[in-house]
């Protein structure tokens, strides 16, 4: 599986974004795919995941401000960021796991990583 991630860009605070991950292969509709983040000087964190059926497990942090979503047919995954706060800020990865869950780890496939900078 290839993953191509993309919609980063600047923010203000309280300003929403939209990112997109392309995937290539033919078990996309298979895969558990999930969203992680890493900030400067910080260790990658989880964000999001989801399901191929739609189950979707979060951060508890970001719950209410974050909102993953796929479409099977594209082979893509989206993530809806509203609210956006400068702590925010981080080069954000796509992912994939050989498996249906949702899962907070264990995945097997990375995308490049798209920059968000929400700025205050």
């Known amino acids: 599986v290839q993953l191509q991630a993309s919609g980063g860009g600047l923010v203000q605070a309280g300003g929403s974004l939209r990112l997109s991950c392309a995937a290539s292969?033919?078990?996309?509709?298979?895969?558990?795919m999930g969203w992680f983040r890493q900030a400067p000087g910080k260790e990658r964190e989880f964000v999001a995941a989801?399901?191929?059926?739609?189950?979707?497990s979060y951060a508890d942090s970001l719950k209410g401000r974050f909102t993953i979503s796929r479409d099977n047919a594209k082979a893509t995954i989206y993530l809806q960021m509203n609210s956006l706060k400068p702590e925010d800020t981080a080069v954000y990865y796509c992912?994939?796991?050989?498996?249906?869950?949702?899962?907070?780890?264990?995945?097997?496939?990375w995308g490049q990583g798209t920059l968000v900078t929400v700025s205050s």
């Open positions: 992912a994939a796991r050989v498996g249906s869950y949702p899962s907070k780890s264990g995945y097997d496939y």
């Open positions: 989801i399901s191929w059926s739609g189950s979707t």
């Open positions: 292969g033919s078990t996309f509709s298979r895969n558990a």
